[in-house]
């Protein structure tokens, strides 16, 4: 794997975003973790503190003959509010900003000029938060929270906040659609 072929995203509940790249065709894998922090293996416990500056996350390995970065991106920005700082719906806190993790200098050009793209566009009605910064390590998390939406998905939360994103994604990029 090189890291050409990885993108990481914070859009929220890393539970969210993991079901929905999870879909998208051209991902290889998705792995939730922890990234942009302080603290060494963090804990969830630790990031839902709040004081170790992580944020969650989801990394995505992918084929680029299939999906470009871009295109990425662009399903990221409309799965999530990109509007809304250390926030997700009902969840709050740093460890839920919206962030983009580059792993090349090539990736952080793509996010930025997408998010120009977005800010001088009427696709949102405030202002783009969403940070873009280069990725320094990224942790997975503990394993019960991989593919938790496909293990737990008659949970009311997976009901309520997952299965509407995930029906979004699905009417939205049906030509990206693994399934």
């Known amino acids: 794997m090189t890291d050409a072929s990885l993108a990481t995203f914070g859009g929220g509940c890393f539970w969210c ?12 894998s998705v792995t939730s973790g922890y ?15 709040g004081t ?15 999906i470009s970065y871009r295109d990425l991106l662009t399903i990221f ?8 700082l250390n926030q997700q719906g009902a969840d709050r806190g740093t460890q839920y900003r919206s962030i983009i993790f580059t792993h090349d200098d090539g ?3 793509v996010a930025q000029q997408l998010l120009s793209e977005l800010d001088a566009s009427d ?50 990029f049906a030509d990206h659609q693994a399934k």
């Open 17 to 28: 975003t993991e079901a929905i790249y999870s879909e998208v065709l051209g991902v290889k």
């Open 107 to 109: 990736q952080s050009q």
């Open 77 to 84: 920005f409309a799965t999530h509010d990109p509007t809304t």
């Open 123 to 172: 696709e949102f009605a405030s202002p783009i938060v969403t940070l873009i910064e280069p990725l320094t390590t990224f942790y997975p998390a503990e394993e019960y929270h991989q593919g938790y939406y496909q293990q737990n998905g008659n949970q009311p939360y997976c009901n309520a906040v997952i299965k509407p994103k995930l029906e979004k994604f699905r009417a939205r």
């Open 52 to 66: 170790t500056g992580h944020a969650e996350v989801i990394q995505v390995e992918f084929d680029a003959d299939h």
């Open 35 to 49: 990234a942009g922090g302080k603290t060494e293996n963090p804990t969830y416990k630790d990031i839902c503190s």
